[in-house]
């Protein structure tokens, strides 16, 4: 596989929480593709579904699903990880080999993942600003891929309302959240319509690769 191209200079802003590594267009045109082709098999069997906040029951605007051993969801009761769909009741299938490789290369020192959440933005979708940290550990980064549509992503820092930075995900970027970064607020502002040809219907997905537990 060829060596990653350097950063996009007008991508990164000047100032942004250490850990935070950018590579973008990790993934060309074919393996975008074929990963695609993987999702909607994945998608056959654990369909996306719509998740609500605790307590409010107020709708997520992006729509869900997992592959891994656990997956990520919310409901009225809370965030967390189960084994199970939490529609169809049944497990979550296996995470493409394509992405446990790239796990290994940008994290070679972590225990592998065992969650893929999967993240489908229609084109009006936006996810505020959020830590992931319902993980039982934060050794290992968060690893994010980009398919679809380009999207404006923000990133503060490790409290709420202190500054941020933003920059634009193409289709085929990667973004690792590891160190300082790994607990860092972040949120994505907007999607940018027509910006990708890659999805029949437009929109982006988002897939972030998460360890939930510490290793034994």
């Known amino acids: 596989?060829?060596?990653?191209?350097?950063?996009?200079?007008?991508?990164?802003?000047?100032?942004?929480p250490e850990g935070l590594r950018l590579i973008p267009g990790r993934f060309d045109r074919a393996a975008q593709?074929?990963?695609?082709?993987?999702?909607?098999?994945?998608?056959?069997?654990?369909?996306?579904?719509r998740p609500v906040m605790p307590r409010t029951a107020k709708p997520f605007s992006v729509r869900m699903s997992n592959c891994g051993a656990l997956g990520w969801v919310s409901n009225v009761n809370g965030y967390r990880y189960?084994?199970?769909?939490?529609?169809?009741?049944?497990?979550?299938?296996?995470?493409?080999p394509v992405l446990l490789d790239l796990w290994r290369e940008v994290a070679p020192d972590a225990p592998e993942p065992e969650a893929c959440l999967i993240n489908y933005y229609e084109t009006t979708a936006k996810m505020g600003m959020h830590q992931d940290r319902d993980e039982e550990t934060f050794d290992a980064?968060?690893?994010?891929?980009?398919?679809?549509?380009?999207?404006t992503?923000?990133?503060?820092?490790?409290t709420r309302g202190g500054?941020?930075?933003?920059?634009?995900?193409?289709s085929g970027?990667?973004?690792?959240?590891?160190?300082?970064a790994r607990l860092a607020y972040h949120g994505i502002d907007r999607i940018l319509p027509g910006s990708s040809t890659l999805l029949k219907n437009g929109g982006r997905i988002n897939l972030t690769l998460r360890r939930v537990t510490r290793a034994t």
């Open 33 to 49: 593709e074929a990963l695609v082709a993987d999702l909607r098999g994945i998608l056959a069997k654990a369909p996306l579904f």
């Open 1 to 16: 596989m060829p060596a990653p191209t350097p950063p996009r200079p007008e991508s990164l802003p000047a100032t942004l």
């Open 163 to 170: 500054k941020t930075s933003s920059f634009r995900l193409a």
């Open 153 to 158: 992503f923000r990133v503060g820092g490790t």
């Open 82 to 96: 189960q084994a199970t769909h939490p529609v169809t009741g049944t497990p979550w299938p296996g995470i493409p």
């Open 173 to 180: 970027d990667v973004v690792v959240l590891g160190g300082e």
């Open 141 to 151: 980064p968060v690893v994010s891929v980009s398919l679809g549509d380009t999207a």
